[in-house]
Structures are given as C-alpha cells and as structure tokens.
Nanobody
Framework: QVQLVESGGGLVQPGGSLRLSCAAS????????MGWYRQAPGKQRDLVAT???????NYADSVKGRFTISRDNAKNTVYLQMNSLKPEDTATYYC???????????WGQGTQVIVSS
C-alpha cells in the first residue's frame, strides 16, 4: 500500500500562486510516476502534470508555462508550483502515484484550490 498526503491548497486571487505538496509513504519502491490530477465540480478528473522517477515530465496544455511539477526523491515528495492562477484552475487537486509492477494507481485525499477575487 502507498499513502499519499497532500497539502498546500487554499484560496487565492487570480494571478496569484500556490504550491502543492504530496508526501508518499509505504510501499513506494515500485512507484514509477507521480503526478497531479484535478476535478472541478460536475466534471471528470483530468491530468494536470506527471513526473516519472527518471524525471520525464508531462503537462496538460491548459497549464503549460504556468505550472511546474518537481520531485524530491530523497523525501518521496512531489510538488506542484502553480503560478498565474486563473478562476478555471479552481478544483480539487489529487496526488497520484503509479505502481508499475502491479499497475495500480494510488490517490491522495485531495486538496481544494479556489481561484477567486
């Protein structure tokens, strides 16, 4: 089992910044990739950004140039730096970890981000 604990969400004005953190614990030795997804009310959960253990990064088009994902392997933590936030970024953000051996996704409990003036 893998446990993911997110932090860093909150209320921010348009144009502002937030940094999300996700700390992983448990059986993390086969985790090939970690990332962030988001889900707005009434919508499906969508990919925001992912990073593999080798450092390969993928972003959703909607956040390219504004969000930056990074990973501290020593701390088993992944970060999402969100700049130039827009109201459409409002959602619950979920941390994700993928076990490549058993091909299983693990999810955090979610942290809410609200972008509003």
């Amino acid at each position: 089992q893998v446990q993911l604990v997110e932090s860093g969400g909150g209320l921010v004005q348009p144009g502002g910044s937030l940094r999300l953190s996700c700390a992983a614990s448990g059986s993390i030795f086969n985790i090939a990739a970690m990332g962030w997804y988001r889900q707005a009310p009434g919508k499906q959960r969508d990919l925001v950004a992912t990073i593999t253990s080798g450092g390969i990064i993928n972003y959703a088009d909607s956040v390219k140039g504004r969000f930056t994902i990074s990973r501290d392997n020593a701390k088993n933590t992944v970060y999402l730096q969100m700049n130039s936030l827009k109201p459409e970024d409002t959602a619950t953000y979920y941390c994700n970890a993928f076990n490549v051996v058993i091909r299983r996704h693990y999810w955090g409990q979610g942290t809410q981000v609200i972008v509003s003036s």
